[in-house]
Each structure stands twice: as structure tokens, then as C-alpha cells.
């Protein structure tokens, strides 16, 4: 029997050579997209036995990143406002904070690479069947949203994105969004974030699969549900092709 890490980290997933195709074999979809409860309980499980909520991924050294990281998803949003944004070289950019926060944010590229930053170098696993290993630098997606101040009864932080005309959103609950190694990258192997790999800013949330790590993250809102937001399962992919809302691995 195929298990769902054989299928991400190898195995049939070297059959498969993008997102639509693992969506149209329904053996694979069944795999992959099933069982999510089982998997998001069995995960936060683990992690209280390896250490807690804040148990971390593994980390590499320099050594060991990768000489290529392809692209995954959107390769360049191409629209009108997000072309003005790089031609300034992300200069009049500005990271919206709202929602259930005390505090709602405006913070421009500078700013937030002003901000105490963590590096990490970790593995990156694509629903595809691939991985690679990068270097990540960024402030903690928690200093964020302590600095917005989130009111009680917040449960959820939804990414907003530039691509798919401004519509691409992806969440993840408040115990992801505390994780100690989940951060807003604005650097990748040493250099600005490139406009492939999801510039000026990208989340990176070590513990789950590449496809919840939004890039081209435009507003970042804190919410209690989900219902009402797209098409109410939690992000793109999960409302339109049925991929898991909680993608831990």
C-alpha cells in the first residue's frame, strides 16, 4: 500500500510531474487528500511528544541546500499592480494587518526587514513529489501578530496573495501561526526573495507541505471561521481541487 510521505517524498510521487495531474488520478487524491482530522490530530500528538506545540522541523546546514529549487504554483503573479510593485523593486509595498486584531498594521518591505529575523535552513516538500532544501530569513510570523495586538476568539491567520488576480489565499490555525520556525521570508539562500520563489514576502511553515506556504502575501487577516472566506475550506487549493486544509507532515 502506497503511504502519503512515499507518495510526497518519492515513490509514486516520481510518476507525477505538477499539482494537476496528482488531482486527476483519483487513487492519488484519495491518498493525499484523505483523513486530514487523523493526520492533524496524529501530528499535534507528536509534536507534544517530541517537545510541545514548538517541537521544530529539521534543520540542515549550508551544505546541504539544494543546487536547484524549482518554483511550485504561481511563477509570477503578471499582473498590472504587482508588475508596478516590482518595477520599484517593492519600494511602495505594503503588508496589510487586520481582522480580529487590536492593532491593524501597514508595514512597508523595510520595515519588516527591519525586524528581528529568524534563518533557517529546512526542507521544502511539494505535493508534486519533489523537495528541495533552502535557506529562509524573516521575522517570525508571531512578532507580526503579537505587534497587531489579536483579540480573543481569533483562531485562524488567512494569507492573501497577489497571484490569481489578488484572489490566492491559504490559512493556518494559531498554533502554525506561533510555530517557532514559521516566518515571513524575505530572504532565500542569502538573496531577496525572487519573484519565483514568491517576492517581496512568503510564509514559510516548516511543519506542512509547500502548498501552504502562500507566497506574494499581500494581507494577512486573523479571523474565527473560515466559512464565508472563498469558497469557506481554508484556501485556493482546498476549495477548488480538494487538497486538505491541514497538509502536516
Known amino acids: 500500500m502506497i503511504s502519503r510521505r512515499t507518495m510526497i517524498g518519492g515513490g ?14 483519483p487513487a492519488a487524491r484519495k491518498i493525499l487528500f484523505s483523513g486530514e482530522r487523523l493526520n492533524l490530530a496524529t501530528q499535534r500528538l507528536l509534536q507534544v511528544r517530541a517537545g510541545g506545540r514548538a517541537a521544530l522541523a529539521p ?8 543546487p536547484i529549487f524549482r518554483g511550485n504554483g504561481t511563477q509570477n503573479p503578471d499582473t498590472a499592480d504587482y508588475d508596478a510593485l516590482l518595477a520599484n523593486n517593492f519600494a511602495d509595498y505594503r503588508l496589510q494587518v487586520g481582522g480580529l486584531v487590536r ?7 523595510s520595515q519588516i526587514m527591519a525586524m528581528p529575523a529568524r534563518t533557517q535552513i529546512t526542507r521544502h516538500d511539494c505535493v508534486e513529489g519533489w523537495s528541495a532544501i533552502g535557506k529562509w530569513h524573516g521575522p517570525l510570523l508571531g512578532t507580526v501578530l ?3 495586538n489579536i483579540r480573543p476568539g481569533a483562531r485562524y491567520v488567512v494569507c492573501t496573495c497577489a497571484d490569481m488576480g489578488g484572489t490566492y489565499y491559504d490559512s493556518v490555525d494559531l498554533i502554525d501561526a506561533f510555530h517557532p520556525q514559521s516566518i515571513l521570508a524575505w530572504g532565500m539562500n542569502d538573496q531577496p526573495l525572487s ?16 502548498y501552504k506556504q502562500s507566497k506574494y502575501i499581500m494581507r494577512i487577516d486573523v479571523v474565527d471561521s473560515l466559512a464565508g ?8 487549493w482546498e476549495d477548488n481541487v480538494d487538497y486538505e486544509w491541514y497538509a502536516g507532515i
Request: some cysteine.
Open 59 to 66: 534543520e540542515f546546514t549550508a551544505a546541504d541546500i539544494s
Open 146 to 148: 503579537k505587534a497587531a
Open 103 to 109: 492593532t491593524p498594521l501597514s508595514l512597508s518591505l
Open 229 to 236: 472566506i472563498g469558497g469557506g475550506k481554508g484556501g485556493y
Open 195 to 210: 519573484v519565483v520563489h514568491g517576492a517581496p514576502i512568503r510564509l514559510r511553515v516548516e511543519r506542512q507541505l509547500g
Open 12 to 25: 509514486a510521487g516520481l510518476l507525477l510531474t505538477g499539482c494537476d495531474q496528482v488531482v486527476q488520478i
